[in-house]
């Protein structure tokens, strides 16, 4: 079978909205509630772009929203699919190449995580400073991408001018943000403790099952990329309790309006930037 491109979804979304943001987020566990803050102009589901994902994790819709997020145009995508449902790699990265094809220039992902970094407490949210690739694969393996690099440098994964809008959404909203690196796994089980202890000594403060794909396709693609984790529970061994994935939702659920408000700061920072950027271009 022909691989479908994501010019072909990208040109889908060019007729699905007249609006041409150039932020796009994706909405894991924790942030799905900035939805609810969004003014929503077109909902696409998944279904309905070619090469998009099925989509199976609770409470993720798997849909792509063309709105405004704290007046600032953006495109949000509801659900994810990851690695360990079995998905291959580019598959897992479809949206974000077809976003790039698009003219999405800036993206935001978001996840949950387990904290590994005994500071940190459930609910807490941390800015990834720089991430670990522990999935096993890479998802630039297979054949080269035309006009995309092969060997992509990833000595900046995470964008400075970016993480600066984050910290100032974070002081706006009242919400203290972490900063440190996510360790990727492929799961789906949790990690043994000896694991934790293991990433831990490697410079690891959280840990989860996705993000680190998506932000590495997106460097290929030149976007400039951001990343922020709702710590949803303590990584295995530094809680008296087993983990579980309901753990992880009622943590997502209660700290829900914090991470809107986040993500709705963090918008309207990147608006006005942006703004100024071409006001500037003009003069
Ligand atoms: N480990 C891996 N992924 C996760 C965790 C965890 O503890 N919590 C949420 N996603």
């Known amino acids: 079978m022909k691989a479908i491109r994501p010019q072909t979804a990208a ?18 566990s924790g942030f799905q509630h900035a939805l609810a803050t969004m003014v ?18 609770r409470g993720h819709t798997g849909e792509l929203i063309f709105g405004q997020l704290a007046g600032t145009p953006v495109i949000g995508l509801s659900g994810r699919a990851h690695f360990y449902e079995g998905h291959a790699m580019d598959c897992v990265t479809f949206a974000i190449r077809a976003l790039a094809e698009f003219g999405i220039r800036d993206l935001l992902l978001t996840n949950a995580a387990g904290g590994v ?19 096993g694969v890479n998802p630039l393996r297979g054949a ?4 995309r690099p092969r060997f992509v440098d990833l000595t900046q994964v995470y964008d400075s ?6 910290r100032e959404a974070g002081r706006a ?15 789906p089980s949790y990690e043994t403790p000896a694991e934790v202890r293991a990433f831990a000594r490697l410079g690891a403060d959280a840990v989860g099952m996705s993000t680190v794909p998506e932000a590495i396709v997106a460097r290929q693609c030149g976007m400039r990329v951001a990343a922020l984790s ?37 918008a309207k920072y ?14």
């Open 40 to 57: 929503i102009e077109r909902r696409i589901p998944y279904a309905k772009l070619a090469g998009f994902p099925p989509v199976g994790v």
């Open 117 to 135: 970094n005994r500071r940190f407490r459930p609910g807490d949210f941390m800015v990834l400073s720089d991430h670990i690739n522990l999935m």
């Open 144 to 147: 080269t991408v035309a006009g």
């Open 173 to 187: 909203a009242k919400i203290k943000l972490r900063r440190g690196v996510y360790l990727a796994v492929s799961g």
């Open 230 to 266: 709702c710590i949803t529970n303590l990584a295995a061994g530094l809680s008296p309790t087993p983990l579980s994935h309901a753990e992880v939702l009622a943590t997502a659920e209660r700290v829900q309006a914090a991470g809107a408000n986040l993500l709705a700061a963090f």
């Open 11 to 28: 040109a889908q979304l060019n007729q699905f909205s007249r609006s041409r943001p150039t932020l796009a987020l994706v909405l894991g």
């Open 270 to 283: 990147h608006g006005q930037t942006s703004l100024e950027g071409s006001n500037k271009h003009e003069a």
């Open 161 to 166: 001018q970016l993480n600066a809008m984050l």
